[in-house]
């Protein structure tokens, strides 16, 4: 549940976890990680407006209380993995 006044962005999104074994590129690019990747389906949601300085949640997740020993990081459009996994390398 959202705070009220919150932005969320509803539609239909596919997630998918890419590790070494399922990647159909070379495994290297995720460099040594597994990534989670969140997409949203453009034109598959309602009416969203938005302006500029608007917080938008676009989803929220948890770890297991046994995910120890390992680094979380939020991979931005720019990066080396995400342009590889696009192909763009």
Same mark, same amino acid.
């Given at each position: ?17 890419? /590790? ?11 460099? %040594? ?12 949601? %309602?009416? +969203?407006? /938005? /302006? ?5 949640? +676009? +989803?929220? +997740? ?6 120890? %020993? ?20």
């Amino acid at each position: 549940i959202l705070p009220p006044g919150t932005n969320s962005i509803t539609g239909v999104w596919r997630a998918q976890r890419i /590790s070494a074994a399922n990647y159909p590129g070379d495994p290297a690019d995720l460099q %040594g990680n597994d990534i989670l990747s969140v997409q949203y389906l453009p034109g598959s949601g %309602g009416n +969203f407006t /938005s /302006s500029p300085g608007d917080t938008i949640v +676009f +989803f929220t +997740f948890r770890l297991p209380d046994d995910c120890t %020993g390992g680094e979380l990081a939020l991979l931005d459009n720019g990066g080396a993995i995400v342009a590889a996994m696009a192909g763009e390398s």
